[in-house]
């Protein structure tokens, strides 16, 4: 059963950048559909991006060409570069490994765009 860790979240000026990292243990996230996910205070947890075993990307509508999904199964790490943050980014945004439709999660990390 793999394990996840955020990190790299923080609080940035409205058109800044953050990169998220996700580190994971116990299994090789080579064997996972990898993805972020953000949770609003009062709002749903939504998809924001994900990428596949074969390395496909899919995005939200709200962050295309802002956001980029990235993994690397060496460093057995996902990570997510943000840039041109908003203020309706705000939330906790969570590392997801999904595996014959098993999910797992990470314990989110917190990101704040304010000024």
């Known amino acids: 059963q793999v394990q996840l860790v955020e990190s790299g979240g923080g609080l940035v000026q409205p058109g800044g950048s953050l990169r998220l990292s996700c580190a994971a243990s116990?299994?090789?996230?080579?064997?996972?559909?990898m993805a972020w996910y953000r949770q609003a205070p009062g709002k749903q947890r939504e998809l924001v991006a994900a990428?596949?075993?074969?390395?496909?990307?899919n995005y939200a509508e709200l962050v295309k060409g802002r956001f980029t999904i990235s993994r690397d199964n060496a460093k057995n790490a996902v990570y997510r570069q943000m840039n041109g943050l908003k203020p309706e980014d705000t939330a906790v945004y969570y590392c997801?490994?999904?595996?014959?439709?098993?999910?797992?999660w990470g314990q989110g990390t917190q990101v704040t765009v304010s000024s």
């Open positions: 997801n490994a999904n595996r014959d439709m098993v999910n797992y």
């Open positions: 990428i596949t075993i074969g390395d496909n990307t």
């Open positions: 116990r299994s090789a996230i080579s064997m996972y559909h």
